[in-house]
């Protein structure tokens, strides 16, 4: 295995622990209309951007609803949970080792700027990431699952994705990166995207991680027997 040309991350699960605090968050404002969101709902809403997954629980609220309606009485809810956002194990060593490696980096999110400035604001290193596809992206057409994330990612980094080591933690963020050609690193330490993604398990782009550490060692130790 050959050292890769840059890796891309995702931010929520990845980088930052947030994926709870973001589910706390759209299970409390579906219950403002008398709707409970169920695990399965939750993990369908993982990876996709904020307004894709309004108009998803709209669609499964039991209280008519519009989504501008849902999204007021979601933002103030998100914002208080996701000021509080702490870093997920390894992800400052790994993001301080390609800086100092010289390794191109770009974040991959379908949060939108002023989310991401919310959630990263206490964590100095993540102005190290200055490569940025946000789920606002005024370049961006589609979100996950659809592979343009990762492809407007690779372009702005004068790259191919073919080439590209994608980090992620949920089924629409693998199944975007895998469409984009990017060999995906899936943080799934309880195996859960594992089982939702049985039927491409056999992709040899695909490895299944415990720990952001797994993606560091890889790296450092393919370095050392390049040097």
Known sequence: MDLPKACLFDLDGVLLDTEKLHSAAWSKAAASYETELSEDQLRLLKGRRRLECAEQIVKWSKKPITVNEFLKCHSPISKALLS???EMAGARKLIEWCYLN???MALVTSSTE??????TNVHYWFKLIETRVLGDDKELNNGKPKPDPYLL???KLNTSPDFCWAIEDSTSGVKSALAAGCN????DPTQKVRIDLQAIQSNQKIRYIFE????LDKLRGISSRKN
């Open 153 to 155: 990612a690779a372009k």
């Open 184 to 187: 995906v690193w899936v943080l």
């Open 114 to 119: 002023n989310s991401v400035k919310l959630k």
């Open 212 to 215: 952001l550490k797994q993606v």
């Open 102 to 104: 010289k390794m191109p």
């Open 84 to 86: 509080n956002a702490k």
